[in-house]
């Protein structure tokens, strides 16, 4: 029995392997690009450079990423996330005096102050990146089960974000709490040291403050309303999307554009 439960988890490795390692050894693991955590906001996708010429190092992270997926795959039981069961789900659109134009803005403002602060460029609103934002956002309400960076978006890069609430906060409150919590990862960033395997832990900052990106779009849609231990919530999808992408695995790129 043991050899067989061995035999299949054998199996299973080299599967994830064929998956995302390339036959000359290494392949930019940008098809692992979602992961679901329990902080309302997940894990951030980096890219590696094509340039990236430590070749030790590119082995370790795609090795760490692998460890993420067995890690997320056992504690879900399932590949790829499903749609989660609206049993418990109201089949209402919540109501709301959100407004969420409004949310947008600050989100922005408030966004560029921390870039300034990080002394790059503010960003520009891109029209073409808020529609494919919310489009996504869109798309994780209706799932209404977490978080997970979208596998389609190959261009940009994307900070994502949801909260759950009994009473919807203020606009301003709401924005200052999700850039709060990107931006307090910089307590991982080793501006001194730079170490690819810690990426998991300040990608939403580093994207957040990247140097050459020029341009954000911000999606924001609400999720059906349900019950949970006897109370009715309504649950807010934040997605953010950024152009150029930052978040380039490099050393060189990451020396260059966080500052």
Do not use: C
């Amino acid at each position: 029995m043991l050899f067989y439960i061995g035999t299949y988890w054998s199996l299973f490795i080299i599967f994830l392997n064929n998956l995302y390692i390339t036959t000359n050894g290494l392949n930019e693991v940008s098809r692992i690009k979602y992961f679901d955590n329990e902080k309302g906001y997940n894990y951030p996708y980096l890219k590696i450079s094509k340039k990236y010429k430590n070749q030790s190092s590119r082995r370790k992270v795609i090795v760490e990423r692998l460890r993420l997926l067995r890690r997320h795959l056992l504690s879900q039981n399932r590949f790829p996330l499903k749609k989660k069961s609206i049993i418990q789900q109201n089949n209402l659109v919540p109501e709301t005096n959100f407004d969420v134009e409004k949310f947008k803005r600050v989100f922005v403002i408030k966004h560029n102050l921390i870039r300034i602060k990080h002394h790059v460029q503010s960003l520009g609103i891109s029209k073409e990146l808020e529609n494919e934002a919310q489009r996504y956002a869109d798309k994780l309400a209706s799932i209404n089960n977490g978080l997970r960076h979208d596998r389609n978006n190959i261009h940009h890069g994307e900070n994502l974000y949801y909260g759950t609430f009994r009473e919807l906060p203020k606009e301003e409150d709401l924005s200052e709490s999700i850039l709060d919590k990107f931006y307090t990862e910089i307590k991982y960033y080793n501006y001194k040291s730079f170490n690819p395997q810690d990426h998991h832990k300040y990608g939403h900052f580093t994207q957040m403050i990247w140097k050459s990106t020029t341009e954000i779009g911000v999606g924001v849609e609400f999720a059906k309303k349900y019950i949970h231990k006897g109370l009715t919530k309504t649950r807010i999808y934040v997605v953010v999307r950024y152009n150029p992408e930052g978040n380039i695995l490099s050393e060189k790129e990451f020396r260059k554009n966080v500052l």
